[in-house]
């Protein structure tokens, strides 16, 4: 995406990450090797579980605001996922690295075992299904899931076990997971579509 619009405009593209509540959080550099902190603000990567700071591995971002005088913003939890990093950066500038911002938390499945799995992963089974029109999966506890389906037309044989097989590959054997044929899934009150939906902490 960065190389078509760079083509097109004819000028470098520049990642930032910010968010309504506080603003810009981070921007890159020209190394592009991560997202430089803005030092009005003090950013945490912490494990979901334990609230242990991580380096150089996943956990939730808590951002600590204090410029905003009616209201402190104070390790609050942004609802997103990253890897903040202490390596230095090629290009000198010495604040923080964010190394990446991987997506809302609520993007991510946890699998019964207690791993992290992008909820990318499963809008990727689903290509190529041609008569299936929408999904949602959705996780009710560590080990329940709930696959939401609008097929144009019936199931073909054995596309349900085939779609089974594929979510057990890397949930594990010992997820419960439940397919169900649905006429409609509404959207958000936004008017979104959500394709994966986490409903544990």
Same mark, same amino acid.
């Given at each position: 995406?960065?190389?078509?619009?760079?083509?097109?405009?004819?000028?470098?593209?520049?990642?930032?990450?910010?968010?309504?509540?506080?603003?810009?959080?981070?921007?890159?550099?020209?190394?592009?090797?991560?997202?430089?902190?803005?030092?009005?603000?003090?950013?945490?990567?912490?494990?979901?579980?334990?609230?242990?700071?991580?380096?150089?591995?996943?956990?939730?971002?808590?951002?600590?605001?204090?410029?905003?005088?009616?209201?402190?913003?104070?390790?609050?939890?942004?609802?997103?996922? %990253?890897?903040?990093? $202490?390596?230095?950066? &090629?290009?000198?500038?010495?604040? !923080?690295? #964010?190394?990446?911002?991987?997506? =809302?938390?609520?993007?991510?499945?946890?699998?019964?075992?207690?791993?992290?799995?992008?909820?990318?992963?499963?809008?990727?089974?689903?290509?190529?299904?041609?008569?299936?029109?929408?999904?949602?999966?959705?996780?009710?506890?560590?080990?329940?899931?709930?696959?939401?389906?609008?097929?144009?037309?019936?199931?073909?044989?054995?596309?349900?076990?085939?779609?089974?097989?594929?979510?057990?590959?890397?949930? %594990?054997?010992?997820? $419960?997971?439940?397919? &169900?044929?649905?006429?409609?899934? !509404?959207? #958000?009150?936004?008017?979104?579509? =959500?394709?994966?939906?986490?409903?544990?902490?």
């Amino acid at each position: 995406m960065r190389l078509k619009i760079e083509e097109c405009f004819g000028v470098p593209v520049y990642n930032r990450y910010g968010s309504r509540e506080v603003g810009n959080i981070a921007s890159e550099c020209s190394c592009h090797r991560g997202l430089h902190l803005q030092l009005d603000k003090h950013i945490e990567v912490v494990d979901s579980e334990s609230g242990s700071p991580l380096v150089d591995k996943p956990g939730k971002i808590l951002v600590t605001l204090f410029s905003n005088l009616a209201m402190p913003l104070i390790r609050y939890d942004i609802g997103d996922i %990253g890897i903040l990093t $202490d390596a230095p950066c &090629e290009c000198g500038i010495n604040s !923080p690295l #964010l190394k990446q911002v991987l997506g =809302r938390s609520s993007d991510f499945i946890t699998s019964p075992s207690g791993r992290l799995i992008h909820g990318e992963y499963f809008t990727h089974i689903f290509y190529g299904h041609r008569n299936i029109r929408q999904f949602l999966f959705v996780q009710e506890t560590r080990s329940r899931f709930n696959v939401k389906i609008v097929s144009m037309d019936h199931m073909e044989p054995g596309q349900k076990d085939n779609l089974l097989h594929e979510i057990k590959a890397v949930l %594990g054997d010992e997820a $419960d997971v439940r397919i &169900e044929l649905v006429d409609r899934i !509404p959207p #958000l009150p936004s008017g979104k579509f =959500r394709f994966t939906v986490s409903q544990i902490s």
